[in-house]
């Protein structure tokens, strides 16, 4: 059943089967061939956090149309597209309206047993649709605060693999972070060390 954790923020445990989680690891191997990379962030640390992109590629903090590298950022698969919006439609009762922003953008993070990622807000985009997050791997301890600050008040919540959060309305610019994942928690059969994220989000930047 879903759980609205905050007005706008729903999450619906166990939303993908096994069968579809195996499916989406094996999809991100192949989407994560050219390798993970770690940011350096402005002030100079790195993100423990590796990351990749479809359709867009994000760095700290910009959407860029090309990978590091000068070569272009893979396609934006219509498998993640209608993901969306199903996971859009199950969380809320309704799908995206018609004029909203089309899901354009998929990062791919992959945290190891030491990873986590701090409390931070996603405005990079300049569409407010929801972001669409998926769990695949090791579960995590996910961290929901508030759109005022950084700090408290906040909320923890385990994200297992196959969960769905879904984060839009008044939570779409919420600060949020995952202070740590647990490892050795990933279901055996994904063949999985550690835990990916898939967030899928509408940049409302031109096509
Ligand atoms: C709440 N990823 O990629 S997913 C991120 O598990 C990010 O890798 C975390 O935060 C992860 O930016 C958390 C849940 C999530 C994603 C986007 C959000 C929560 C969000 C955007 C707005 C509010
Ligand atoms: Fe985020």
Same mark, same amino acid.
């Given at each position: ?16 089967? /096994? #069968? ?9 191997? /192949? ?23 479809? $359709?867009?590629?994000? =760095?700290?903090?910009?959407? /860029? ?27 809320? $009762?309704?799908?995206?309206?018609? /004029? ?24 990079? #985009? ?12 090791? !579960? ?14 906040? !909320?923890?919540? #385990? ?9 839009? $309305? ?6 949020? $972070?995952?202070? =740590? ?19 899928? =989000? ?6």
């Amino acid at each position: 059943p879903p759980v609205e954790i905050a007005p706008g923020a729903v999450h619906l445990p166990g939303w993908l089967s /096994e #069968e579809q989680q195996i499916v989406l690891v094996e999809r991100c191997r /192949e989407w994560a061939r050219g390798g993970m990379r770690h940011h350096t962030m402005p002030r100079g640390g790195r993100m423990s956090v590796g990351m990749t992109a479809l $359709g867009l590629y994000w =760095r700290p903090y910009a959407y /860029e149309r090309v990978l590091p590298d000068g070569s272009p950022v893979p396609p934006f698969p219509e498998e993640l597209g209608d993901l969306a919006v199903r996971a859009v439609e199950v969380a809320y $009762g309704a799908p995206p309206a018609p /004029e909203a922003a089309p899901y354009d953008v998929a990062l791919i993070n992959f945290y190891d047993a030491g990873a986590h990622m701090g409390m931070h807000r996603d405005r990079d #985009e300049v569409a407010r649709e929801p972001v669409v997050s998926l769990s695949l791997g090791d !579960t995590c301890v996910f961290r929901f605060g508030n759109t005022e600050t950084r700090t408290r008040p906040h !909320t923890d919540v #385990e994200l297992r693999s196959g969960d769905l959060f879904v984060f839009g $309305g008044p939570s779409r610019l919420a600060y949020h $972070g995952v202070p =740590r994942t647990r490892s050795g928690t990933a279901p055996p059969a994904l063949g999985l060390v550690g835990r990916l994220n898939i967030t899928l =989000r509408a940049s409302g930047l031109p096509a």
